[in-house]
């Protein structure tokens, strides 16, 4: 391949980059692969019947795909900015395929195909049972009135809205009182659950049920701000007790 300007190679660039890549000429051929392509490729070549990373070079890209034809018509409508897509590879391996044209002057001579992201099917199957898990919010009924909500996991955002609306709903369905958040789980804390946090604590106020955290670790001590109002224990033995010391407040009063 050409100079690039500073003394490497085209190949030893892309040999660089730690993804696996592939180059084919424009009538989908496989000319090059750089050397992260032929190590991953020595768990793929068999499953189509290969004995060496040899017999890849100069196969047709329509060699490898179980539907060459769909393939072929994307390709030919011209990928102008590269195509991306999620392929499945002998319902074995999972990849992200990246597709994107090479031009010399403007003029089309092949393309490089990147895959990306690469797991078995067995992983990608524990990867979407995971996120259903952490997806999930697991409502424990632990005494009159009282939800406990044991929370695990990286709370993103995304998972942050989904559990406000699940937690509203089941608080305004039994007419709670008291919801107990705890934190025992929670892999690390930072502004993302300090925000989910605080959104939850409000929005259960404004309904009238009190929020109570519980499942403070000394490392959750120490990076946890001061900023939630909300009353905050190491266990939920503690914040059980509390909850039944404020009822009885309540009778009393």
Not at 11 to 19: F, K, P, Q, R, V
Not at 208 to 216: L, R
């Amino acid at each position: 391949m050409d100079q690039i300007g500073i003394n490497i190679s085209n190949a030893d660039l892309l040999n660089s980059i730690g993804e696996v890549i592939i180059i084919s000429d424009t009538e989908y051929r496989i000319v090059w692969l750089n050397k992260k392509a032929e190590e991953v490729m020595k768990n793929i070549y068999p499953l189509y019947g290969l004995n060496s990373i040899d017999e890849i070079i100069g196969k047709n890209m329509d060699f490898f795909h179980k539907s060459p034809k769909n393939q072929r018509f994307i390709m030919d409508k011209g990928i102008k900015d590269g195509h991306k897509a999620r392929i499945n590879i002998k319902s074995k391996i999972i990849a992200d395929i990246i597709i994107t044209p090479i031009q010399d002057n403007k003029e089309l001579v092949g393309y490089t195909v990147m895959l990306m992201d690469m797991t078995t099917k067995d992983e990608e199957e524990r990867r979407k049972d995971q996120l259903i898990q952490e997806l999930s919010v697991p409502i424990l009924h632990i005494w009159d009135k009282t939800i406990a909500l044991p929370l695990y996991g990286d709370l993103t955002v995304l998972r942050g809205e989904h559990i406000i609306s699940t937690v509203l709903q089941e608080c305004v369905t039994k007419r709670l009182h008291y919801v107990m958040l705890d934190l025992s789980g929670v892999s690390g804390f930072d502004e993302t659950v300090h925000y989910n946090l605080n959104r939850l604590s409000e929005t259960l106020r404004l309904i009238g049920v009190k929020s109570i955290i519980v499942g403070i670790t000394p490392d959750l001590a120490l990076a946890i701000p001061e900023l939630i109002d909300a009353p905050i224990f190491k266990d939920a033995h503690s914040g059980l007790k509390y909850i039944i010391n404020l009822e009885k407040d309540n009778e009393n009063a």
